[in-house]
């Protein structure tokens, strides 16, 4: 496995590569990456992973300066996993001037959820996935279903900017008692790990009780919301959305079957953990 840092150096190594698939990443990888990078691999094209910590999709009150960096260790995963090239810049070589320019996703898709707790997120995230694809021109590109929102601004913007990219959901990875594994899970104390768990429990329920269409979907969300409180957590949201375009699905909807998805987000301590289970 090769690691590189520059553009110049991606482009001597992506020489010749017709068809490569990608799995960009912000590093301190663990198991989900790694499932990502095994699905890119499956796919029988060169694997082309980056790591890069992007301050654009960062609040300034986040974690963007304390956020791990871990390139060796990174790298010494990757390759067993199935990477052939990792692409990490420096800041300053993806970033060389003011990013000016910038991709601003549609607000009915990128001002809710996420995007209300965390404004601007997600025009740093397609800012620099617009950046990254054009710097690897992927064939595939994998995008972890554990960041659901993500995984739905990026399908639309490379489909509304006919990006020549295949964008492939990557799915969530779960420690045995169903905390989806995140780099941010490290932040958590003991205790707080094994709480943690609770979010994707309270979400199934959500999603089970949601389904059934028997009580208002507002009541459940705000019982949801109130059990995570009375825990100790502090929810941004608990809901139920349409998995086509994360709007309220109304009841006739939810007893028709229309596919649905539970969000959820939450502070534990000081760790945000985000988690959604489709049903
Ligand atoms: O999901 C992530 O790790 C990041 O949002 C991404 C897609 C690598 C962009 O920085």
Known sequence: ???????????AALAGQSR???????????????????????????????????????????????????????????????????FAPAEDE?????????????????????????????TG????????????????????????????????MVRQFALPVQIVPGATVRAADGLALSSRNGYLSAEERAEAPTLQRVLAALAAAGRDGLRPLADLEAAAQAELRQRGWQPDYLTLRRRRDLLAPGDDERAAGEPLVALGAARLGSTRLIDNLEC
């Open 1 to 11: 496995m090769q690691v590189v840092h520059t553009l110049a150096e991606l482009r």
């Open 125 to 156: 995230v397609c800012t620099v996935v617009m950046k990254l694809l054009h710097c690897v021109q992927p064939a595939v590109a994998v995008f972890g279903q554990k960041d659901y929102q993500q995984l739905k601004v990026i399908e639309a």
């Open 20 to 86: 490569t698939t990608f799995v960009p990443t912000m590093g301190n990888l663990h198991e989900g990456h790694l499932a990502l990078v095994r699905e890119a691999a499956r796919r029988g094209a060169p694997v082309v992973a980056s790591i890069f910590v992007n301050r654009l999709q960062f609040l300034p009150h986040e974690d963007f300066d304390r956020y791990p960096r871990t390139l060796a260790r990174d790298c010494e995963l990757l390759a067993p996993a199935g990477c052939d090239l990792v």
């Open 94 to 122: 993806l970033y060389p001037e003011p990013q000016t320019y910038k991709v601003q996703p549609p607000a009915a898709l990128a001002d809710l959820l996420e995007g209300e707790f965390r404004p601007g997120f997600f």
